[in-house]
């Protein structure tokens, strides 16, 4: 099993920033993509930001040039700063991180979720 700790949420007037954390634990063999998502009131989750374990990056349209996403692989941990917070962005922000195991086997776990909210 592996567990994700999600930090950083908080609430800023558009145009602030934010930066948020997510740090892997427990029983990790081989990490591939880290990632970010968010869901607002009402909607899907959404893809926010990917990053792989090589480090290419892929970002929703919608936050392109404000947000980037970043990991460092020997702290096991997905970085998400996002600039020029709009209120749009408010939404609770989860990590997601696709492991293999030692065995071969492919899984993905959620993070318990952060609250960004923005205020015009």
């Known amino acids: 099993q592996v567990q994700l700790v999600e930090s950083g949420g908080g609430s800023v007037q558009a145009g602030g920033s934010l930066r948020l954390s997510c740090v892997a634990s427990?029983?990790?063999?081989?990490?591939?993509?880290m990632g970010w998502y968010r869901q607002a009131p009402g909607k899907q989750r959404e893809l926010v930001a990917v990053?792989?374990?090589?480090?290419?990056?892929h970002s929703a349209d919608s936050v392109k040039g404000r947000f980037t996403i970043s990991r460092d692989n020997a702290k096991n941990t997905v970085y998400l700063l996002m600039n020029s917070l709009q209120p749009e962005d408010t939404a609770a922000y989860y990590c997601?991180?696709?492991?293999?195991?030692?065995?071969?086997?492919?899984?993905?776990?959620w993070g318990q979720g952060t609250q960004v909210t923005v205020s015009s």
């Open positions: 990053v792989t374990s090589g480090g290419s990056t």
């Open positions: 427990g029983s990790i063999f081989n990490i591939n993509a």
């Open positions: 997601k991180v696709d492991h293999v195991s030692s065995g071969g086997v492919r899984d993905h776990y």
